[in-house]
């Protein structure tokens, strides 16, 4: 079993940064690969980034390449994702979510755990 945990979400006006923080404990943290998803009102749940257990590979949704940036801090069990220039289009809740493959999918049905979500809001 994995718990995952989100943080940092919030209200922000476009142009803003935000990063936001999953925590995770149970099986081994550096045994898996870790993944963040978002999903708007109406919409289905989209891939937004990706990390390997090492930290070593990275993968991004064209949507956010070059704005957002995944990294992974084993030491503490913790994904991050820092969110630069924020559009009104990235308001969304945003969920980690944990792939015990060691490289994980950008399909969130190939994902074994997921946390609650934290709502990002960004103004224009």
């Known amino acids: 079993q994995v718990q995952l945990k989100e943080s940092g979400g919030g209200l922000v006006q476009a142009g803003d940064s935000l990063r936001l923080s999953c925590a995770a404990s149970?099986?081994?943290?550096?045994?898996?690969?870790m993944g963040w998803f978002r999903q708007a009102p109406g919409k289905e749940r989209e891939f937004v980034a990706a990390?390997?257990?090492?930290?070593?590979?990275?993968y991004y949704a064209d949507s956010v390449k070059g704005r957002f940036t995944i990294s992974r801090f084993n030491a503490v069990n913790t994904v991050y994702l820092r969110m630069n220039s924020l559009k009104p289009e990235d308001t969304a809740v945003y969920y980690c979510?944990?792939?015990?493959?060691?490289?994980?999918?950008?399909?969130?049905?190939?994902?074994?755990?997921w946390g609650q979500g934290t709502q990002v809001t960004v103004s224009s």
């Open positions: 149970g099986r081994t943290f550096s045994n898996y690969g």
């Open positions: 979510a944990a792939d015990l493959n060691r490289v994980p999918s950008t399909s969130p049905h190939e994902y074994d755990y």
């Open positions: 990390i390997s257990w090492s930290g070593g590979s990275t």
